[in-house]
T-cell receptor, first 116, second 111 residues
Framework: DAGVTQSPTHLIKTRGQHVTLRCSPISGHKSVSWYQQVLGQGPQFIFQYYEKEERGRGNFPDRFSARQFPNYSSELNVNALLLGDSALYLCASSLFNRLGSDSPLHFGNGTRLTVT | QKEVEQDPGPLSVPEGAIVSLNCTYS??????FMWYRQYSRKGPELLMY????GNKEDGRFTAQVDKSSKYISLFIRDSQPSDSATYLCAMSDTNAGKSTFGDGTTLTVKP
């Protein structure tokens, strides 16, 4: 079975530009979560989507947005890039349901974003 | 003060040693406790997943949760050089999609 897949693997952008990161969850997983991991730190929660609805948002500015498609894949968009946005962006999927979840996250290998 | 504090390391042990990795937390609502292993330039890989207090064993790995002390541990027996990685603890309430992570402990197992 394919795991969580993310594209692209690496990306270099200039300050002020926009970026779109993509994620395909594990087959059967309807929940997708996005995390930002800065070097030397643990992943920080950005968004969770379940059946195309936002189910949670972390402490990130409005420059960050996301959406989920009918096939449960997801995009993370970041506008007006700052140098501090340089990080590994991780996508994870899980068997979330409306009553909560007893299923842990399964991560992709991330997109490494460098902002110059 | 972070919700989840993890022993920062780094940790260096000889092959075959028993390794103990630890995290403390402050949020009483946490019910699910996870340990992930992350190799360089890779995403976190789920190692252990436990609910509430108690122990769980899987091969060379044992996870312990003490909710009364808000303390979790991961033990690795007979450590191998291939265990060299960063270990992340994570925890959540009913929704693992919004897990809170520690900052990781980097482990090196020397042959």
């Amino acid at each position: 079975d394919a795991g969580v897949t993310q594209s692209p693997t690496h990306l270099i952008k200039t300050r002020g530009q926009h970026v779109t990161l993509r994620c395909s969850p594990i087959s059967g997983h309807k929940s997708v979560s996005w995390y930002q991991q800065v070097l030397g730190q643990g992943p920080q929660f950005i968004f969770q989507y379940y059946e195309k609805e936002e189910r949670g948002r972390g402490n990130f500015p409005d420059r960050f947005s996301a959406r989920q498609f009918p096939n449960y894949s997801s995009e993370l968009n970041v506008n007006a890039l700052l140098l501090g946005d340089s990080a590994l962006y991780l996508c994870a999927s899980s068997l979330f349901n409306r009553l909560g979840s007893d299923s842990p996250l399964h991560f992709g290998n991330g997109t490494r974003l460098t902002v110059t | 003060q972070k919700e989840v504090e993890q022993d920062p390391g780094p940790l260096s042990v000889p092959e075959g040693a028993i390794v103990s990795l630890n995290c403390t937390y402050s949020n009483s609502a946490f019910q699910y406790f996870m340990w992930y292993r992350q190799y360089s330039r890779k995403g976190p890989e789920l190692l252990m997943y436990t609910y509430s207090s108690g122990n769980k064993e899987d091969g060379r790995f044992t996870a312990q949760v003490d909710k009364s002390s808000k303390y979790i541990s991961l033990f690795i027996r007979d450590s191998q050089p291939s265990d060299s990685a960063t270990y992340l603890c994570a925890m959540s309430d009913t929704n693992a999609g919004k897990s809170t992570f520690g900052d990781g402990t980097t482990l090196t197992v020397k042959p």
